[in-house]
C-alpha cells in the first residue's frame, strides 16, 4: 500500500489532533450517537493538551454527515492550518482512537485501509454493461462508464420461419458488438488501474465480453448476481464481490509474506527491527515496509540516535512512538507498507524488502 495520501500531513510541521472513530448512522438514532462519538473524541483530544479550538474543530468534522450508509468509519487529523486528512473506511472501529501529538497517528485507519483491494467492477447483459473503477474509497468510484443501450426491436418481433432467424442473427451481431465497447472501455480502465476485474450480470453475456476482451494483464474472477434474474439483486451482489476482495487480501497477505520469509531465509535484501530497518529508511532503501501497528506502538524510536532520520516538517528530538514515526519515515520514502502481524513477522514488530543489498555496496565500494 502507498502513503501518497499522507504526503500533505508531513509538508505540516504539526503538532497535529489525529481521530479514528466510527461514525455509522445506519441505527435510529444514528445521529445523536455520532455526535457522542465525536464529543468524547474532543474531550479526549483537550485532555492530551490540544487547544479546544483544534479539537472542536476535528469534533465538526467527525459529526459532519458522511452521506454513507451501512457501517462507516471516520479518519479526520488536523492541525493549528486546518483539516489536513478526511477519510473514510467502511469498517467497524468500535474503540475509538484519539491523539494528540507531534506526528499523525494513522496507523488503526492503514490497518483497516489496508483491507480494499482496488478493482474494476463490470456488470454485462444484452445491452452492454457498466464498467467502474474502484480505487482506495469503495464508496466513490474513480471511474465510471455506463454503455447499455436497450434495443427497441426486443420483445416486439413475433413469427417464426426465417425471418425470424434473420432477426435473432441480426440481434446477436449487436450483443456482439456491445460486448466489444465494454471490453473497449474496461481495456482502458485497466491501463493505469487495478489488476483485478469482478465479472458479473448475465451468465451468458459474460463470454461474450471474455472473448471480446482477449488476453489481459489482469486477474478476472466471474461472479453470481447483477442480473436482472438474479436472486437478492444489489445486496447478494455486493455480498459476492467482498468475498472476492476478501480473498484477494488474504492472497495477496500470503504473497507479500512468503516474498519476505524468502529473503529472511536467503539473508539478503532484508531488514528486520527497529535497529536494522530505521537505518535502512534514513537511506531510502526500504521497498516494502511490513509493520505490526499494535506491536510497534509499544516501542519508542528516538530521533537523536538516527542522524539524518527526516519527518517532513516536524521538528522532533527525543522519543517518538515507533510506529507513528516509521509510517512518517515510509510515506516520506516512498515505500510501500504492509500491515501484518507480529506472529508472522518472525517475532519483530518491524521489518522491511529492501531496493538494494547494503553490503553489497560497501563491497564495491
Known amino acids: 500500500m502507498k502513503l501518497n495520501r499522507l504526503a500533505d500531513l508531513y509538508a505540516d510541521p504539526g503538532p497535529f489532533a489525529s481521530a479514528y472513530v466510527e461514525v455509522s448512522r445506519e441505527q435510529e438514532d444514528g445521529d445523536r450517537l455520532a455526535e457522542l462519538q465525536a464529543r468524547a473524541a474532543r474531550d479526549a483530544l483537550v485532555e492530551q493538551g490540544a487547544p479546544e479550538p483544534l479539537a472542536q474543530q476535528v469534533a465538526d468534522r467527525l459529526a459532519a454527515s458522511t452521506h454513507e450508509g451501512g457501517t462507516v468509519s471516520r479518519c479526520v487529523v488536523a492541525s493549528e492550518r486546518g483539516v489536513l486528512l ?15 501529538d507531534v506526528l499523525p497517528d494513522v496507523t488503526a485507519w492503514l490497518a483497516d485501509e489496508s483491507l480494499l483491494v482496488p478493482h474494476v467492477l463490470v456488470l454485462v447483459d444484452h445491452e452492454g454493461g457498466r464498467v467502474t473503477t474502484f480505487g482506495s474509497d469503495p464508496a466513490h468510484p474513480d471511474r465510471e462508464a455506463d454503455l447499455r443501450k436497450a434495443d427497441p426491436n426486443e420483445h416486439k418481433f413475433k413469427g417464426g420461419g426465417w425471418g425470424h432467424l434473420r432477426y435473432q442473427h441480426n440481434t446477436e451481431n449487436v450483443w456482439y458488438h456491445r460486448a466489444e465497447e465494454v471490453a473497449t472501455e474496461l481495456r482502458q480502465q485497466l491501463q493505469d488501474g487495478p489488476d483485478l476485474v469482478v465479472l458479473a450480470g448475465d451468465p451468458q453475456s459474460r463470454p ?21 434474474s438474479a436472486d437478492g439483486g444489489d445486496e447478494a451482489l455486493q455480498a459476492a464481490v467482498l468475498d472476492v476482495l476478501r480473498e484477494q487480501v488474504v492472497a495477496r497477505g500470503v504473497a507479500d509474506l512468503h516474498e519476505l520469509r524468502d529473503r529472511l531465509g536467503q539473508g539478503t535484501r532484508v531488514a528486520t527491527g527497529l535497529s536494522e530497518v530505521v537505518p535502512a529508511l534514513v537511506r ?6 511490513y509493520l505490526d501497528p499494535d ?44 500491515v501484518a502481524r507480529t506472529s508472522r513477522l518472525v517475532g519483530t514488530p518491524v521489518a ?3 531496493r538494494w543489498d547494503q553490503s553489497a555496496v560497501g563491497d564495491t565500494a
Request: proline share 2%.
Open 284 to 289: 531510502g532503501q526500504v521497498d516494502r515496509l
Open 352 to 354: 522491511a524488502v529492501l
Open 208 to 228: 461474450k465480453l471474455l472473448e471480446a476482451l482477449g488476453e489481459v494483464q489482469a486477474t478476472v474472477v466471474q461472479v453470481d448476481g447483477g442480473s436482472r
Open 295 to 338: 506491536a510497534a506502538a509499544e516501542h519508542d524510536l528516538s530521533v537523536d540516535a538516527y542522524p539524518g532520520l527526516t519527518l517532513g516538517a516536524v521538528t522532533s528530538t527525543g522519543e517518538l512512538r515507533a510506529d507513528r514515526a516509521l509510517v512518517a519515515a515510509a510515506c516520506l520514502t516512498d515505500a510501500d507498507v504492509v
Open 86 to 100: 478526511d477519510a473514510l473506511t467502511h469498517r467497524h472501529h468500535a474503540q475509538p482512537t484519539v491523539a494528540y
